[in-house]
């Protein structure tokens, strides 16, 4: 059984930094390309970032620069290192999984945790 568990979201001042986990079991991590989505009140789930199992990275426009995402093979572990955070920021924050590559699309993940929340005051 495919399991993701996030950790690590919070409340912080906008500015500061917040770095997300994303503990995976049951599943082969290295065969897997690994994302992060987040979704706001009353917003579609959005693409923020994502990790193939060879390495290649994506990041949303909003996100580039701030946001690095970044895997521990030996950990079964993804993580999101959050820089610079801004209120727009603020959302439920949720780790994906699929086989194959990178995608943006949420439709095409297979595997999802249940999410944990980022506000970020002004």
């Known amino acids: 059984q495919v399991q993701l568990e996030e950790s690590g979201g919070g409340l912080v001042q906008a500015g500061g930094s917040l770095r997300l986990s994303c503990a995976a079991s049951?599943?082969?991590?290295?065969?897997?390309?690994m994302g992060w989505f987040r979704q706001a009140p009353g917003q579609e789930r959005e693409f923020v970032a994502a990790?193939?199992?060879?390495?290649?990275?994506d990041y949303a426009d909003s996100v580039k620069g701030r946001f690095t995402i970044s895997t521990e093979n030996a950990k079964n572990t993804v993580s999101l290192q959050m820089n610079t955070l801004k209120p727009e920021d603020t959302a439920v924050y949720y780790c994906?999984?699929?086989?194959?590559?990178?995608?943006?699309?949420?439709?095409?993940?297979?595997?999802w945790g249940q999410g944990t929340q980022v506000t970020v005051s002004s």
């Open positions: 990790i193939s199992w060879s390495g290649y990275t």
């Open positions: 994906a999984a699929r086989r194959g590559g990178a995608v943006r699309d949420p439709e095409m993940y297979d595997y």
């Open positions: 049951g599943l082969t991590f290295s065969s897997y390309s």
